[in-house]
């Protein structure tokens, strides 16, 4: 399984956590593609990074982290065939596998610590979506995008 990986200058050493976690995995090659310092970066440049390589096939998944998680997740659903899910705890995360098929994992730098991360990370990369009638519901979510107003 190919993984992208990516964050903001306020999640870089949660990053790097995530990346040792992800390495436990035998069949999983991690792709970084920044930041990899403290300067500041903004994060929809690294939230657009992540989650091309996951349309583009380039990747399976992806994971996405700034300070809180949150703007990074918000970047990364503005692009078609994005499922990013800003998970704080276990559960969320086996369940945005489980019933939204979450491509993109969104974890915040400056609120979640190393250990619960660790945990939230190996909890959703060991998820399989059920398919079923999940299924059927992650395609409503994916025909929202293709609706125009007015």
């Known amino acids: ?11 870089v050493e949660l990053k790097d956590e995530v990346k040792m976690v992800l390495h436990e995995f035998s069949d ?5 593609v920044g930041t990899f310092g403290k300067e500041a970066v903004d994060y929809p440049d690294i939230a657009e990074k992540v989650c091309a390589d996951v349309v583009s096939g380039k990747a399976d998944r992806g994971i996405v982290l700034c300070g809180t998680g949150i703007g990074i997740a918000i970047a990364a659903n503005k692009i078609d065939g994005i499922r990013a899910a800003l998970c704080t705890d276990v559960y969320s995360a086996i369940q945005s596998r489980k019933h939204n098929d ?5 974890l915040g730098g400056r609120v979640t610590g190393f250990g619960p991360a660790g945990e939230i990370v190996r909890a959703w990369m060991r998820t399989a979506f059920e398919g079923g009638r999940h299924a059927r519901r992650v395609e409503k979510i994916m025909a ?5 107003e007015g």
Do not use: C, E, P, Y
């Open 1 to 11: 399984m190919n993984i992208t990986i990516g964050s903001d200058h306020g999640a």
């Open 28 to 32: 999983v090659k991690v792709k970084d």
């Open 102 to 106: 979450a491509n993109v994992l969104a």
């Open 144 to 148: 929202l995008q293709n609706r125009k």
